[in-house]
Structure formats: C-alpha cells, structure tokens
C-alpha cells in the first residue's frame, strides 16, 4: 500500500511556501539628462522610464531647476536643483513615481562644490517607502568639483515612491539608476502563509486518509 502524501498536496505546499520569497532579477535603467530636460524656466519636468515595469517620473526643484555645469571648465554637466537650505545656497532634487507605484534607487553621479557659510558637506536621501513610511542616509560628499559616484543605494532605497537628494551647497546631479518599477500587490504575512500551508496540509492529510480506506 502506498502511504506516500499525494503529488497535489506536495506541489501546493511548495507553492504556499514559495509565496512572497521569490526575488526575480529586474533590469536596471540609467536615466541621463541634458538641457532639453530643464533650462530655468520650470520648477519640474515629466520623463517616462522603463525599468522592468513603466511610470512615468518628476524632478522638481524648490527655487530653480537648471541643466548646466560645475566649474568655467565645463567638466561635467548635471541637474542644479536650488533649494532652500542653508540660507538658499543649497540643493535639493525631489523625484517621486506616477501614484500607485514604487521603484528602486540604487545610485547616482554628482558634483559638487564647498558648502558656503560653514554648512556640512554632506549628501542628504531622504525616500518616501510604500505605506508612507519615510527613511534617512547621509553621506559625506567629494566637494573637489569633480565628478563623484554614489552607489549601492539599493537596499535602503527599495520600493520607495520618491528621494530627495539634498546638500547645504552647490551640487549637480545625473546619471541615476533606477530599477523594479512596479504597481506593488499585498504580499501574504507571515500568519496568513501558515494559515493557507495549514489548510492545505488539512486537505491533503485527508484526501490521503480517503485513499486509504478505499
């Protein structure tokens, strides 16, 4: 007589154990920019980027937003987000995704210059995750003029609906990566994956009991 649990029963357990664990490889999009994107005249502007899944993204600027360079050598180019901290000599580039969804930021370019008036020189994130919750990373920044690299963000910076970059001076920013945008769906808790393992494993304890007695 076979006592092994039947195939079925086997299959939807691993299927209910497989529920909110998967992490399939996404792909990843640099978003570059240049002057068409902000000239001064416009506090935002509007760019639809496919990462896996398609939204469309805003960068917004508190006082001025300007493609343009660092230094009169012209050496590397970027996004000037001014913003209104330390006494309107500072930066802060907002990017938020189209409602409804959420993405993963995992690195940018940027140059930036000495903060003035003795401010820290420093690079701010501050993201918005999904549900509403908020996080915080601050960085010390190359403020040679040179152009820097700031990356794996990925892991603080994941299902988020927005960042903003910020810093108490003048900093350009470019090139981000940005990966996983997608429409997020409710992923089982932990209680309700037992729940759904318990019911199947209910099913098939007795749907096996039933081939037995047959």
């Known amino acids: 007589m076979n006592h092994s649990l039947p195939r ?3 299959a939807l357990a691993a299927l209910v154990l497989s529920l909110g664990c998967a992490s399939p490889l996404v792909a990843q999009t ?7 994107d902000a000239d001064g005249s416009a506090l935002s502007f509007v760019r639809t980027v496919t990462a896996d899944g398609t939204a469309d993204f805003t ?13 009169n ?3 590397y ?7 209104e901290g330390n006494e309107g000599s500072g930066t802060a580039l907002h990017i938020t995704v189209a409602p409804g ?17 003795g401010a820290d020189n420093k690079l701010y994130l501050d993201v918005t995750y999904a549900g509403g919750a908020t996080g915080s ?5 190359d403020d040679s003029n040179n152009p820097a690299f700031l990356g794996s963000l990925a892991t603080f910076a994941n299902d988020i609906t927005g960042i903003t970059i910020s810093s108490n001076g003048y900093t350009l920013i470019g090139d981000i990566t940005v990966s996983d945008i997608h429409q997020p769906t409710a992923v089982p808790e932990p209680a ?4 759904l393992f318990g019911a199947a494993a209910l099913a098939g304890a007795i749907a096996w009991r039933r081939r037995r007695a047959a």
């Open 8 to 10: 079925r029963f086997v």
């Open 30 to 36: 640099v978003v570059t920019f240049d002057s068409s």
């Open 59 to 71: 960068f917004t600027s508190d006082v001025y937003l300007e493609y343009t360079y660092i230094n």
């Open 73 to 75: 050598s012209e050496s």
């Open 77 to 83: 180019h970027g996004l000037y987000a001014l913003g």
């Open 101 to 117: 969804y959420v993405f993963d930021f995992h690195s940018f370019n940027y140059a930036a210059e000495v903060a003035p008036y």
């Open 137 to 141: 990373m601050s960085f010390d920044a």
């Open 192 to 195: 309700a994956i037992g729940a």
